[in-house]
């Protein structure tokens, strides 16, 4: 599938609009990723705080999960009614305003209750901003939408080393307060961008638009199950999203047992084990800013095959190798594998299926990233950690296998 790289002149936004919409668009995909690892650091002092148990919290936990499924499918007919912009900027707010309820709280319950509100606001922007990126990597008729993932990677690495840093001399409060007033000062700086500027509606003349057109310029058409293809859409779209589940799965197991694996199975210092999820999350964000290119060479099709059968060989490298050295390697292969997968499925499903597509695709994808740290977990239980963490391999195998054999039908 041929891929120009470069705007259209008879494209309906300018290219200086463009230009202005992917600047404030990263800033968003930044804010998110910085905003929720800032949460993520201060958990253990939230826990001391309400005095919560280890099953409590988990239950209070589930907040956020809840929270941001059940609002995922509902920002998708927000953004059909309102547009994806508007929806981007009001769900900011609302992260931003909503991270700063934990420190307030007492007790799991209530921990619970506004975890459920922050969790709404954290699946309702994703899909948001998600759309918004759709149409627009559709306009430029360029495959940038792992840039806009690395970016969230990039704001998630900043706010969680940051967090680490005043962890010793902020109250949770005051941290989160802090965060609170960044995300509404970048959304202050980068909304009006979004709110004056609409979704820019692609060219329709050539294949370079890989079918975007349909679905993006028309949204509730795409998704109107009085069309004749609407049930083969939804299909695609549900295979889309499984193979974001596969591979969601591995990053959800990364972060929560890639650091036990090296102290328990390697016997490595806490802090080489710290490394080891690292080297992870800095390959994924090192392939996601190389993704455009990756996609320019090998198109959607290959980019998923090839990924998937990466991050299939880097962790069965990182879960049983003997030593310490190799075990890192492997998650840093693992890493670059997976980086690239969930932005082309995300991507491609809001091709076929607008806001819809997406919401089905993140809801599927998140599930995984869900179903990842308690699964490895009930594994290692019943074999060992290292077994465990095969199960990411077999799901990066599935995803490629999945992707090869609908490599006509989904990605063309």
């Known amino acids: 599938m041929p891929l120009i790289n470069k705007v259209r002149s008879h494209s309906v936004v300018p290219d200086h609009s463009l230009t202005r919409l992917r600047v404030a668009l990263t800033a968003f995909f930044a804010l998110d990723g910085f905003v929720f690892a800032g949460w993520v650091v201060r958990i253990p002092a939230i826990k001391q705080q309400t005095h919560a148990s280890a099953g409590a919290l988990g239950l209070a936990l589930l907040g956020v999960s809840a929270g941001a499924v059940i609002t995922m499918t509902l920002t998708g007919r927000l953004c059909r009614r309102y547009g994806s912009h508007p929806v981007t900027v009001v769900c900011a707010v609302l992260l931003s305003l909503s991270v700063a309820l934990p420190p307030l709280t007492h007790s799991a319950w209530t921990l619970g209750a506004v975890l459920l509100a922050f969790g709404a606001a954290y699946g309702g922007i994703n899909v948001a901003f998600n759309s918004a990126a759709v149409d627009l990597v559709a306009a430029l008729r360029r495959p940038v939408m792992p840039t806009f993932h690395a970016a969230f990677s990039l704001g998630g690495m900043v706010g969680a080393g940051l967090g680490g840093l005043v962890a010793g001399s902020l109250s949770p409060t005051r941290h989160l307060l802090g965060l609170t007033l960044i995300g509404l000062l970048v959304t202050a700086a980068a909304g009006p961008t979004l709110l004056r500027h609409p979704a ?7 294949p370079a638009t890989g079918g975007a057109r349909s679905a993006q310029s028309d949204p509730a058409r795409a998704a109107d199950p009085r069309r004749p293809d609407a049930r083969r859409t939804r299909g695609l779209v549900v295979v889309l999203g499984l193979i974001a589940l596969c591979t969601s799965y591995g990053e959800g197991a990364m972060a929560d047992w890639g650091a036990l694996h090296f102290q328990q199975d390697l016997d490595a210092s806490a802090g080489v084990a710290a490394a080891g999820y690292s080297c992870f999350a800095l390959a994924m964000t090192a392939g996601r800013l190389t993704g455009t290119t990756l996609l320019e060479r090998l198109g959607r099709s290959r980019t998923i095959v090839a990924g998937g059968a990466t991050a299939a060989a880097g962790m069965l490298l990182g879960a049983l190798a003997p030593s310490v050295w190799a075990a890192l390697l492997g998650f840093a292969v693992t890493g670059l594998g997976l980086a690239n997968v969930f932005p082309v499925t995300v991507e491609r499903a809001g091709a076929l299926a607008g806001p819809s597509g997406v919401a089905v695709a993140s ?21 060992t950690l290292p077994a465990a963490l095969t199960s990411v391999a077999v799901l990066a195998a599935v995803a490629a296998t999945i992707g090869f054999a609908t490599r006509r039908s989904a990605f063309e």
């Open 363 to 383: 809801t599927l994808g998140y599930g995984g990233m869900l179903l990842g740290p308690p699964a490895i977990g009930f594994m290692a239980d019943w074999l």
């Open 200 to 206: 820019p509606t692609p060219p329709d003349d050539g």
